[in-house]
């Protein structure tokens, strides 16, 4: 049965697999067909598994489910992974988190994410380009760009624009670009990306996708690239609340946040009741929350104003539909973000870079496959092979420098940065999610006692803001839900939403209860039009 890849779920496919009216094998076909149509205009994927790999797979999990062995909801569906998971040579790719530096070399395992996938009966259909190491190569690189894979494309807007910044309207994100746009694009209905800061919500929203980056510290990340252990989470994409809490269910198995929607615990937290199981959503001024700087984003005339009209509307829209909220909510700004005045986010990540991830992601393949074995022998390697390591238009490594000759503090000073910059970023959050920010200056032991202040459960604000970098400080999970689309581009823009610790339930019933009164007022997310692609 013919389905459309640019518009069915994961749990679209799971129902015709269920009723026999299509097999993993044909879900294979159909979806590399359409990477095949599409993808080398996009350039969202570094590679594919091989056919032959992907046939036995998929038919080897019919099999299995013609058998009475359904591994789970998601048995048989395939997925696509950011390239900083390793995965094993028996699905025939690499994993080079966009650098020629890894090319060839052998990981000794599946990442212990990517294993829970197989596990779960889930394909690997292939890699998706990234931002190289993650952004910390060279500064003000184009996201979704890397050395070995090219330049990944929106596929709402098309070429980037000349002369673009970084996060302006016609870049497709952050460094989970390519597999943000696998999913829009339909080559897959799932994918998994990982963020630092900013990197999963950024492009998911540009995208028109439902994402969470999880609470930092809760998955096991042996085998994952990151940029940092202190700030990195790998999380889920998809176009459904519901295919991405199935997948959440298969990330942090016991949660059970697949059985809230479809199993026996339906209705019993709120799923139904759309807004009842909520206290308060807190929502932020646009006006004051947006990215800003022109290195950062130029807008044209009148986005701005679309995007704080629009922002405007979802609030008041939710107000009338019964979310409890309160707007606006003011929240202390990021350069708050210090320990004792001294600045934290970069040091910490540039630090933990050279001596945890870059160490820990080599010595997940076997040495004798790899030419790398430190930062250095990277950066030696990118300067002996510039013609393809250093190409124009980023010529330069200097973050690779900078983390390799000016990280001077010692393990005692980033210890101490991190935990201070930790504590300071949830005393911001918690301020808020407590409801003193309400009550300052007036509220009494008493009235905090007797439960008379108002609590919030989340922090809503634009996704094209800073609010992930206070989330990401308090290793606090963050999600995002699309919102719009930019009138002069068709670019999507959404809303990014910030809940304490392990509370990824209470973002996943705000963002279903969302998701059913977006597809009320404006149809559901935008898909996109990919006609400008010419075969």
């Known amino acids: 049965m013919a389905f459309n890849t640019l518009t069915a779920t994961a749990l679209d496919l799971r129902h015709q697999l269920e009723t026999e009216q299509i097999t993993s094998v044909q879900i294979i076909d159909r979806y590399l067909g359409q990477i095949l149509r599409f993808e080398p205009r996009l350039n969202a994927l570094i590679s594919v598994t091989p056919r032959e790999v992907l046939d036995a797979t998929a038919r080897r999990l019919d099999h299995e489910r ?16 950011k390239d900083c998971f390793t995965t094993s040579a028996e699905l025939g790719m690499d994993t080079t988190a966009g650098s020629w530096a890894f090319i060839g070399a052998k990981a000794k395992s599946n990442a212990a994410l990517v294993q829970k996938l197989v596990d779960a009966g889930m394909i690997i259909l292939g890699k998706a380009n990234m931002t190289e190491f993650a952004g910390l190569k060279t500064t003000m690189m184009m996201p979704g760009w890397s050395a070995y894979g090219g330049q990944t494309l929106s596929p709402y807007v098309g070429p980037i624009e000349p002369g673009e910044t970084v996060l302006g309207h016609s870049a497709p994100g952050g460094s989970s670009t390519g597999s943000a746009v696998s999913v829009a694009a339909g080559f897959a209905p799932l994918t998994i990306g990982a963020e630092t800061i900013g990197s999963i919500i950024t492009p998911a929203s540009r995208a028109a996708l439902y994402a969470i980056k999880p609470t930092v510290g809760v998955q096991d990340t042996s085998g994952m690239f990151c940029i940092s252990e202190f700030f990195d989470s790998p999380g889920p994409m998809a176009k459904s609340v519901g295919d991405l809490a199935a997948l959440m269910d298969v990330l942090l198995p016991g949660r059970g946040f697949y059985d809230e929607f479809y199993g026996r615990s339906r209705g019993k937290n709120g799923y139904e009741g759309r807004w009842s199981a909520l206290s308060n959503v807190a929502f932020v001024d ?88 430190s930062l250095a022998d990277i950066v030696k390697f990118n300067e002996e092979n510039r013609d393809k390591c250093l190409p124009e238009p ?60 108002s609590k919030f459960d989340i922090i809503a604000g634009p996704a094209d803001s800073p609010l992930c970098v206070h989330a990401a400080a308090a290793g606090y999970p963050v999600a995002t839900v699309p919102l719009g689309q930019l009138r002069y581009n068709k670019r999507p823009f959404g809303l990014c939403l910030v809940a304490g610790e392990n509370q990824e339930a209470v973002l996943l019933r705000f963002m279903r209860a969302y998701e059913s009164l977006l597809g009320e007022v404006s149809g559901g997310r935008a898909v996109p039009d990919l006609s400008w692609i010419k075969n």
């Not at 309400?438 to 009235?447: D, F, I, K, Y």
Request: contains cysteine.
């Open 394 to 453: 980023y010529t330069e490594q200097n973050d690779l420098l900078k983390a390799l000759h000016n990280t001077p503090e010692t393990e005692e000073q980033i210890s101490r940065l991190r935990s201070g910059l930790r504590q300071r970023a949830r005393q911001i959050l918690d301020w808020v999610f407590s409801g003193h920010h309400e009550q300052e200056g007036r509220t009494t032991e008493a009235e905090v006692k007797n439960n008379q202040v």
């Open 66 to 81: 013609r058998h009475g062995r359904v591994r789970g909801p998601l048995h048989g569906i395939p997925v696509i992974l």
């Open 286 to 373: 646009p006006r004051f929350w947006k990215t800003e700087g022109e290195t950062m984003v130029r807008h044209r005339e009148g986005t701005q104003e679309q995007m704080v009209e629009d922002y405007q509307a979802i609030v008041s829209q939710l107000r009338e539909d019964g979310c409890p909220l309160k707007y606006p909510v003011e929240l202390e700004a990021t350069s708050e973000l210090t320990v004792d005045g001294e600045q934290a986010i970069m040091p910490i990540a540039f630090w933990e870079f050279k001596n945890i991830c870059i160490p820990r992601f080599i010595d997940a393949f076997d040495e004798s496959s790899i030419d790398v074995h």
